[in-house]
Structures are given as structure tokens and as C-alpha cells.
């Protein structure tokens, strides 16, 4: 496969194990505007490095992310974009609740979403990307054997999209983020929603 970055990072490789610097201050979302008198609001940032393969339709992509939670919204994920526009991440973060959770983020048009999945006791989990024509999901599992759906979407898709790591540090100092045993396999699954 054929990485390329938007946003270059350092990477360091070392057989089945990706290691990523994610800067400070690092992040992709598109604020709506909205903001509060208490607690953190995302600013609008494209900033994060995204490690992509361009894949051409129907696919799965899984992978193992870990991470050294320190700041609100550090993140291992893993991204799916059309443009800067329309894309689509699921992380594994550091919540502004304080846990460690499944989180996922939609944007179209340039307007992000942001939603909360389970919290994850775990050091470690599974993330997985399924494409099915237009049709999305995102799935995590806890020993990469069994997964469970995080979010469903669609989203206004070419036949190529770039899929890959995205590394992100919002509002910290940054940090390493690993990934291992990535897998991305050109295939339609008979039930996106079970991922299999």
C-alpha cells in the first residue's frame, strides 16, 4: 500500500507497529460555532497528521490503538475523507468526562459532529473502518475478535477515498500514538452494521 500524509509527521516503524507524533495542539474538527461559558469547545482545526492509502470501494480497515492519555481529546484514530469537507474519524480519547472512550466524529459540508460512544477500561483497542457504496461504519473491539458498532453514516463518497492513522493532540502538548497490525482489505461484508 501507498501512504501518503496530509500533515506530515515523524513516523517510526518497526514491523506490525506504527508509531505516530501527534503535535500540540493538533486536531480535525469543524466548529459550528458553538460554544459554552464552562468546559472546552473545539476550535475548528485541520492541523492533525493524517497517515492515508487512497482505496477504491468497498473495504475494511482495522487496526490496534493505544496510546499515553494525558489531555482532553488525545486521540489514536483512524480517518476516512473525501475532501476537507467530508470526512470521518473514530478515536480512541480522552474525554472531557475524564474516561477513556470510543468516540466518533461525522463532518459534512464543513460542519462536525461529535458523539460520545462507550468508555473503555482497557489500555488498548480495535478500530475498524467498513465501506459499503455510500454507506459507513465504525466499529471497535477489545480483542480484535469481536466488534460492535460505534457509529453509522454515509457520506457523499467517490468511488476513492483516502482511509488511514490519524494522530491527534487538541489541547495538549502532544504525544506518541501507536498502531499495529493494520489491515485494510478490499471487500463488501454482507451486514455493515455487524461489521463482518
Same mark, same amino acid.
Given at each position: 500500500?501507498?501512504?501518503?500524509?496530509?500533515?506530515?509527521?515523524?513516523?517510526?516503524?518497526?514491523?506490525?507497529?506504527?508509531?505516530?507524533?501527534?503535535?500540540?495542539?493538533?486536531?480535525?474538527?469543524?466548529?459550528?460555532?458553538?460554544?459554552?461559558?464552562? @468546559? !472546552?469547545t473545539p476550535e475548528s482545526l485541520s492541523n492533525a497528521?493524517?497517515?492515508?492509502?487512497?482505496?477504491?470501494?468497498?473495504?475494511?480497515l482495522r487496526v490496534k490503538v493505544s496510546l499515553d492519555?494525558?489531555?482532553?481529546?488525545?486521540? =489514536?484514530? *483512524?480517518?476516512?475523507?473525501?475532501?476537507?469537507?467530508?470526512?470521518?474519524?473514530?478515536?480512541?480519547?480522552?474525554?472531557?468526562?475524564?474516561?477513556?472512550?470510543?468516540?466518533?466524529?461525522?463532518?459534512?459540508?464543513?460542519?462536525?459532529? +461529535?458523539?460520545? @460512544?462507550?468508555?473503555?477500561?482497557?489500555?488498548?483497542?480495535?478500530?475498524?473502518?467498513?465501506?459499503?457504496?455510500?454507506?459507513?461504519?465504525?466499529?471497535? =473491539?477489545? +480483542?480484535?475478535?469481536?466488534?460492535?458498532?460505534?457509529?453509522?453514516?454515509?457520506?457523499?463518497?467517490?468511488?476513492?477515498?483516502?482511509?488511514?492513522?490519524?494522530?491527534?493532540?487538541?489541547?495538549?502538548?502532544? @504525544?506518541?500514538?501507536?498502531?499495529?497490525?493494520?489491515? !485494510?482489505?478490499?471487500?463488501? *461484508?454482507?451486514?455493515?452494521?455487524?461489521?463482518?
Open positions: 500500500m501507498d501512504f501518503k500524509w496530509i500533515n506530515e509527521s515523524t513516523i517510526f516503524k518497526s514491523g506490525n507497529r506504527w508509531e505516530i507524533l501527534a503535535p500540540r495542539e493538533s486536531d480535525f474538527f469543524c466548529n459550528n460555532g458553538a460554544i459554552g461559558e464552562e @468546559g !472546552i497528521p493524517f497517515y492515508y492509502t487512497e482505496v477504491e470501494g468497498d473495504f475494511v492519555f494525558k489531555s482532553t481529546y488525545d486521540s =489514536s484514530s *483512524v480517518m476516512v475523507m473525501l475532501n476537507d469537507k467530508n470526512w470521518a474519524k473514530a478515536c480512541f480519547e480522552f474525554t472531557d468526562f475524564g474516561t477513556h472512550a470510543v468516540v466518533s466524529v461525522v463532518t459534512k459540508g464543513g460542519v462536525s459532529d +461529535d458523539a460520545n @460512544g462507550c468508555n473503555i477500561e482497557e489500555d488498548s483497542i480495535w478500530l475498524q473502518i467498513c465501506r459499503t457504496g455510500q454507506s459507513f461504519a465504525f466499529h471497535y =473491539s477489545v +480483542d480484535g475478535e469481536k466488534f460492535y458498532m460505534m457509529r453509522f453514516f454515509n457520506l457523499p463518497a467517490g468511488n476513492t477515498v483516502k482511509a488511514g492513522l490519524l494522530a491527534q493532540s487538541p489541547t495538549g502538548e502532544g @504525544g506518541i500514538r501507536i498502531y499495529e497490525n493494520l489491515i !485494510i482489505k478490499k471487500k463488501t *461484508v454482507k451486514n455493515i452494521r455487524m461489521g463482518e
